[in-house]
């Protein structure tokens, strides 16, 4: 390996597949995974449930340097409604500089760290080994969430998940600090024809190749 520490930046708009991706390829390599979108729900919750103001900047730093990285809870987080307030939260720049420092302390973790987001490889970790950018079409991936809800027996509309996700990529990608947009240097691997098993090993023979050969 090429260095001790390495990083894999994952980056790509909502319901792309980049999470079960990073996940997978966090276990094929025995590395840390962080979604650092759960660092920005998890501010985004904790102001819902103090009902605070989403866009109190001074509240969401003090809750973004309680926050603590290990208690991050997937389930409670992916809610719907946390996701459009983590979006909102995202937008504010003090906020973003707490996490990221958080995010950044974490992928120096031994023996190596998958971190996946928005802007892991053009802020977090722009000297990450390996940059990926995962992306689907606004209807592929409104297809994916509406049949993840389903499966969860929740009711589940996909014009609605529609909507929300290309009002989410606008957010996303319009903010002035930190939008989202591929890194320079990324790979990038669209799955809106692809099953996760054939994105899964593409990915893995661009990481193989950036911290092998
Ligand atoms: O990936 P997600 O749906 O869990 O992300 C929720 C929101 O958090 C997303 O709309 C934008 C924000 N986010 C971000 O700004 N930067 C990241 N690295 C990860 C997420």
């Known amino acids: 390996m090429k260095k001790l520490t390495p990083t894999i ?33 998890g501010v985004a919750h904790a102001l819902l449930e103090a009902n605070m103001p989403l866009d ?4 969401a730093c003090l809750v973004a340097e309680q926050l603590d990285l290990g208690t991050l809870n997937q389930e409670v987080l992916s809610a719907h409604d946390i996701g459009e ?6 937008v504010m720049s003090r906020v973003r500089e707490i996490l990221v420092d958080a995010q950044r302390e974490f992928a120096n ?8 987001g928005r802007d892991i490889g053009t ?14 079409s606004p209807e ?5 969430r509406h049949r993840e809800v389903e499966q969860k027996g929740q009711a589940s509309e996909y014009d609605q998940i529609l909507t929300d996700i290309i009002k989410r990529d606008e957010r996303d990608m319009g903010r002035a600090d930190s939008p989202l947009k591929p890194a320079e240097n990324a790979y990038l691997i669209d799955t809106s024809e692809m099953s996760i098993e054939t994105a899964f090993t593409t990915a893995v023979s661009l990481v193989d190749k950036a911290l092998f050969e």
Request: charged share 25%; net charge positive.
């Open 56 to 59: 109190n900047e001074d509240m």
């Open 9 to 41: 930046a994952i980056d790509g708009p909502a319901a792309s597949g980049k999470g079960t991706l990073a996940r997978r390829l966090a276990v094929h390599y025995g590395f840390h995974h962080l979604d650092t979108g759960l660092t920005y729900r």
């Open 123 to 136: 802020v977090v970790c722009p000297q990450a080994e390996v940059k990926l950018y995962i992306t689907a």
């Open 140 to 144: 592929k991936r409104a297809q994916r």
């Open 109 to 116: 973790k031994e023996p190596g760290a998958v971190l996946d």
């Open 85 to 90: 307030a983590a979006s909102k939260v995202a």
